[in-house]
């Protein structure tokens, strides 16, 4: 396919339907990405707080052992609070603007490894739920991934998806090798195949964490498109970074884990981005 009918593709394209088979609207991205500002500006507030109280509480004890300890301590935690400041507002950038700013292959790993934990923590205190956190994660970790404009060759791309999309009652077992799939239709899995066939990816079914984690190992791939529900997409682009990630929530019409389904435009839409760059 060629870029232009690519991006035909992707104007013409209807935004991915969503849980329970609902539609996900703009508005909803909107949504999610504002979920996760807000708990970022709320997490740079009480960083500035405990700041603040970490240089108070010691500032008379230090001023006995030596006049000029407050200042230094005050600096400290000055430059400390800068760097976390230029970095949530590069990332808010980022994420509006939609384009790598500045250090924005940075900032996946920082929302990765430390924005995320505290986001559940206050995003829990506050009241808001634990899935809600996780799309607004999935979306934010999307968008950043967008951001970035590298080019991947289909061979080094993996589509990577969860077993419930398999036909409940199908007794083939695609774990160990999808290709063990006779196609008769019943479920996903033939056209995600085929998918995978006419972009020359590869793919593969994981039932869980570990053997995802065993896939990625083995398959070395350079990019990922991750199909799953909001919990093991959260782990699985914890686990795998630094390798880019699209994550692609599933859709449950029969409840979770159970003869669940994708949408395949948003599958290929995750993919054209990894090849087009
Ligand atoms: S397409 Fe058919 S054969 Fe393949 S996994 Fe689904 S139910 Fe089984």
């Known amino acids: ?22 539609v996900v609207l703009r508005g909803e991205e909107r949504q999610q990405r504002g979920i996760f500002v807000e708990l970022l500006i709320l997490t740079c507030l009480i960083l500035l707080v405990v700041s603040f109280i970490l240089w108070y509480i010691p500032y008379l004890g230090l001023s006995n052992i030596h006049p000029k300890l407050p200042l230094i301590l005050a600096i400290v935690l000055g430059v400390a609070l800068l760097l976390i400041l230029c970095g ?19 900032l996946r790993g920082i929302v990765i490894e430390v924005l995320f934990p505290l986001m559940v923590f206050w995003g829990r205190i506050i009241g808001i739920s634990r899935e809600r956190i996780q799309q607004s994660f999935i979306e934010i970790n999307n968008q950043l991934v967008h951001s970035n404009s590298r080019k991947t060759k289909p061979a080094r791309l993996l589509i990577l998806l969860p077993q419930c999309i398999q036909d409940f009652d199908c007794d083939i077992k695609i774990t160990g090798d999808i290709q063990n799939c006779k196609r008769c239709g019943k479920c996903g899995i033939k056209d995600l ?24 190992v083995k398959m070395r791939p350079q990019a990922i498109v991750a199909v799953a529900c909001e919990l093991d997409l959260t782990s699985g682009i914890r686990d795998t970074y630094p390798i880019p990630v699209i994550g692609v929530l599933n859709q449950r019409p029969n409840g979770p884990c159970y003869n669940t389904s994708v949408d395949i435009a948003e599958v290929k839409e995750a993919l054209f981005h990894f090849m087009e760059g």
């Open 1 to 22: 396919m060629n870029s232009s009918s690519v991006m035909r593709f992707r104007r013409g394209r209807r935004w991915g339907e969503g849980l329970e088979g609902k």
């Open 88 to 106: 949530a507002v590069s990332l808010v950038i980022t994420i509006y603007w939609g384009r790598e700013f500045f250090i924005s292959r940075r």
């Open 193 to 216: 195949l085929e998918l995978a066939e006419q972009y020359k990816v590869k793919i593969a079914v994981a039932t869980g964490g570990t053997l995802a984690r065993r896939i990625v």
